[in-house]
């Protein structure tokens, strides 16, 4: 006989409610993706309207008071809302020097016909369940221009977070599917990578495909330099098989996104400007992100004389109009307080330079700010600061550290302006090696390890040493 008993558990869930959907959705698009997003719902909700709009203007009497009393309550409905989300600021729209400068025409929209859009479709057109799928698109979203993957894995579940909670072992299984879609190496974290990817999908019996792939996953710096000997000597081939290896490899694509790149056609449009003000560096909005909605009073008086049918379907539409205009408000409050903490972070940059960023990450934002991680994390994706040493995104602004021999830390932004400073001091009959630039890092109290010193110098776009020594060799010829 089956032994029944009754048990009272206590369960914790997140629910979140569709203001807060939205909220979340509206904070991690772009401008021109939040301009489609707003004209659309223009488009669709008959109680929406910009201001300066001169459709059936309200009229003088009772019904212009009432109508004046439901915008009141909505300022306030917003007003609490927003109080409770994120206390603080009250002025969510602080107008600066630059109210008036528009660069709106210079904006063009290069989305169609992307990479991301190529890798979209064939996401849509996949077998991925409904959370594979957006993992998936997140893992898009942070795709550079080359196709490599920006951010981190931890970064990717902090952004899918709190409404999607994963393990990183699942976004890692999504991310080795999207890179074997079209382009085949998209979505890896750097050349090496790609590959290694693209030579593992080649049938086995192709030729010198087991050595290509040893060069790519354990000596592809000794192909960088062209130090063939030393290549043979380590994968113990023979000329002809190594000279077959390097002829696959030549033949493959290192910047899986190269064929989609739109770099040459985009504008950047800063989000937020930063000026100094008083002596302190001040956050403010780009005026247009404020799209200037308001409730149609037409269709506010028409919902008071309407029947049943009719009224039911004109106060859904008016919630929905109400929690755009509040969500709207908590996206740029939301934009405003992050980018205010990351420049009291950065003041030091803002004031001397690269070489005084100091390590930054999310949690340090989040906490500031008083807001979750994964908020941090939309609030700086694909958004634009202009400040006086020009224009970068949020993102920019995060970096890695180096520990120093005091104990301290250092950012990596700062390790790199000190590598560029470096190099462009060195003399041109002898460069400097990786070894050499290490071993000056480390006379200055920072502990850098030779391989770190060729990553960043790689990320830069610098040769090697053998390659600068060519260089100066060739400029001098030239001169």
């Not at 113990?236 to 989609?260: F, N, V």
């Not at 071993?439 to 110098?457: D, F, P, Q, S």
Request: glycine share 4%.
């Amino acid at each position: 006989m089956i032994d029944q008993s009754l048990q009272v558990r206590l369960t914790q869930k997140l629910a979140l409610s569709p203001q807060l959907q939205q909220a979340i959705r509206l904070l991690q698009l772009t401008r021109i993706e939040l301009r489609e997003y707003i004209q659309d719902a223009l488009d669709a909700n008959p109680l929406l309207e910009r201001e300066g709009s001169d459709f059936d203007a309200p009229q003088e009497g009772p019904a212009q008071e009432q109508e004046s009393a439901d915008t009141d309550y909505d300022q306030a409905t917003a007003e609490t809302e927003w109080e409770t989300a994120i206390p603080g600021d009250e002025q969510w729209m602080e107008r600066s020097s630059f109210e008036g400068y528009s660069m709106e025409s210079q904006i063009e929209d290069t989305s169609r016909d992307s990479l991301r859009e190529h890798l979209l479709w064939q996401i849509n057109l996949s077998h991925f369940s409904p959370v594979d799928g957006q993992i998936a698109a997140a893992i898009v979203y942070e795709l550079d221009d080359d196709g490599f993957l920006s951010d981190s894995i931890q970064d990717i579940r902090a952004s899918l977070a709190p409404e999607l909670l994963v393990d990183e072992d699942e976004i890692m299984a999504v991310m080795h599917r999207i890179q074997r879609m079209e382009p085949v190496g998209v979505a890896t974290r750097n050349a090496a990578e790609c590959i290694v990817v693209q030579l593992s999908v080649l049938p086995g019996d192709t030729p010198a495909r087991e050595l290509a792939l040893r060069i790519a996953r354990d000596y592809l710096d000794l192909v960088a330099r062209h130090e063939l000997d030393e290549l043979r000597k380590s994968t113990g081939a023979s000329e002809q098989a190594l000279i077959k290896a390097l002829e696959l490899i030549q033949s493959l694509e290192p910047r899986p996104g190269a064929r989609y790149d739109n770099r040459k056609d985009e504008f950047l449009v800063p989000d937020v400007y930063v000026s100094r003000v008083d002596d302190q560096w001040r956050v403010t909005l780009n005026p247009e992100n404020d799209p200037g909605l308001r409730l149609n009073n037409y269709y506010i008086d028409l919902l008071r004389k309407s029947g049943p049918k009719e009224a039911e379907y004109l106060s859904g539409r008016l919630q929905e109009a109400r929690w755009l205009m509040s969500s709207l408000e908590m996206r740029n409050q939301t934009l405003k307080k992050v980018s205010q903490s990351i420049v009291d972070f950065q003041e030091q940059f803002l004031d001397k330079g690269e070489m005084y960023m100091r390590p930054l990450v999310l949690r340090e934002v989040s906490e500031s700010v008083g807001v979750h991680e994964s908020t941090v994390s939309r609030a700086t994706t694909r958004k634009y600061m202009l400040t006086p040493r020009g224009i970068y995104e949020l993102k920019y602004f995060f970096s890695s550290h180096v520990r120093t021999d005091d104990g301290g830390m250092v950012s990596a932004t700062a390790v790199k302006a000190q590598l560029q400073m470096l190099i462009q001091k060195e003399p041109k009959e002898r460069p400097l090696s990786d070894q050499d630039l290490s071993e000056l890092l480390r006379n200055t109290g920072i502990c850098v390890a030779r391989r770190t010193v060729a990553k960043y110098r790689e990320s830069m776009g610098i040769g090697s040493s053998a390659e600068r020594r060519r260089l100066y060799r060739h400029q001098q010829a030239l001169a």
